[in-house]
Each structure stands twice: as C-alpha cells, then as structure tokens.
C-alpha cells in the first residue's frame, strides 16, 4: 500500500483564481479556459468549458478532478462513460485509462495534476 502523496517545497499560500491569466485551448467544438498555478512539481488548474465542449483528444494523464458547477461526462476509450455533478470527483493515474470530456450545458473543475 502506497502512503499519502508527497507534496514538498510548498509554503503556506493563498490563491486568487480570478487573478491568474486565463488561456484557451479549442476543442473539436467549444473552448475551455484554463487557470494555472504550479506548486513544486504539482499543476493545479480551474478549468471552465463552454457550452458543447468536446475535447480534441483523448488524455492519458493522471488527474484529481472536481466539478464545482454544471455538469462534466467523461468518456473513457473502452466506451464507458461517467456523469459529474456539483461535489463529485473522479481521480486516475498517468497512463491508466484514457479519457476524455464532453459537456452540454458547460462546468467549472478545479483539476489537480
């Protein structure tokens, strides 16, 4: 059994969303805006994605997902797919299951990767 992750090197700090540069990233239809902080080693992100977003690739990154607002369906690439709401997460490893997002009405994720 693994023990709790490692976070070094990381002093006490406050993050204020609104102020950090956003940047847009097109999907195959739909924009997400992404927000960005690293710490140490740690990417950590407040991802909005507009209404009809689909993502333009499949990702096989590890993440710690969020959904604060609206709703997120992921859909991994054996044809499973999973429904965030509000206060539900989903977590996965580097080069587990490859992934990728879709939403109608839009969401707001604070992702951590």
Known sequence: MLGPMKMEHIPFGTTDWATLPRTEHQGVTGQAFWRTAHFGGVRVRMVE?????????????????????????????????????????????????????????????????
Do not use: N
Not at 60 to 65: A, D, Q, T, Y
């Open 49 to 113: 994605y507009t209404p009809g977003y689909l993502a333009d690739h499949w990702c096989s990154k590890g993440h710690i997902l969020l959904c604060l607002s609206g709703e997120l369906e992921t859909e991994l690439d054996d044809g499973r797919t999973f429904t965030l709401k509000p206060g539900m997460s989903y977590q996965v490893a580097d080069g587990a299951e490859p992934h990728r997002s879709r939403t109608a009405t839009g969401a707001t994720l604070f992702i951590v990767d």
